[in-house]
């Protein structure tokens, strides 16, 4: 008998995780079954307990139901804490659950190990400052950055982010149009790109060694990615890999193996 996991959301039926988790599997040769679960938008604390009656080990988590899981759990990570939300959920056996947050140390592993972006010492550039935004500050931080900018429409929710971790490294906020200098690394944690918008920042943020990073991934560029192209950006990625890479972190916690990521990426690249 396979041990059971899901992803659980509202849609859900687009999910590439299945395919992730069933992928590291088999790269590691372990037995498990992983489906996508739809959990009706007000029936998140049932969907929870049914899952874990019915015998499933832990859980993905997306949207929209991040931050309700997280207010819902008592155990959880330091991480998951700062970030405000959980997207990982380990059913213990004694009946207790866990929640964590890999959406951060995903980016992380993807900037650095995928990318061969070291951190230190960088001046990073964070769009949104919403729950995408939220749970990656701390893991940048970690890396100890020259400085790390949150910008944001609304400069109030921008100074609320970064006052809620500026005891962990120096951090500021800025509205989109007050943003003079250019920076080594632009992350789009908005999701405005996928409906074709850009956040209105400056063209002077990019400069020809700037790396810019669109935490959303499409099968074509994102507007972020042509946007950051146009202006001739030294690199760019989209957030397949961060996709994979905490998915990878996510199947570490429940399985005590960490898979090797770079065939999956691979593979949902063709």
């Known amino acids: 008998m396979s041990d059971k996991y899901a992803v659980i959301g509202n849609p859900i039926a687009h999910s590439k995780s299945p395919l992730i988790h069933h992928a590291f599997a088999k790269e590691s040769d372990q037995s498990i079954a992983y489906t996508a679960e739809l959990i009706p938008l007000d029936g998140i604390e049932a969907g ?29 990570s330091e991480r998951a804490t700062l970030a405000g939300a959980v997207n990982t959920i380990v059913f213990n056996d004694d009946g207790s659950r866990y929640g964590d947050n890999t959406d951060g140390v995903g980016l992380c592993l993807d900037l650095t190990q995928n990318h061969g972006i070291d951190l230190a010492n960088k001046r990073i550039l964070l769009l949104g400052a919403g729950g995408a935004a939220r749970g990656v500050i701390q893991p940048l931080l970690a890396f100890q950055p020259a400085q790390l900018t949150i910008a944001n429409r609304t400069l109030s929710k921008a100074q609320t982010l970064a006052a809620l971790f500026n005891h962990l490294g120096p951090i500021r906020a800025s509205g989109f149009e007050q943003l003079t200098d250019n920076f080594d690394l632009i992350i789009n944690a ?43 950006a030294a690199k760019t990625s989209d957030g397949l890999g961060m996709l994979v890479e905490q998915a990878a972190e996510s199947f570490r916690l429940w399985r005590g193996s960490k898979p090797n990521t770079q065939t999956v990426i691979d593979l949902l690249r063709q």
């Open 48 to 76: 929870l307990d049914t899952l874990q009656q019915k015998g499933f080990k832990g859980l993905n988590v997306t949207v929209p139901f991040k931050e309700q899981v997280w207010q819902s759990l008592t155990d959880k």
């Open 190 to 232: 908005t999701s405005a790109s996928l409906q074709g918008d850009v956040p209105p920042i400056p063209s002077a943020t990019i400069s020809s060694q700037t790396f810019c990073y669109d935490m959303m991934y499409s099968s074509t560029d994102t507007a972020f990615i042509q946007w950051a192209k146009k202006h001739q």
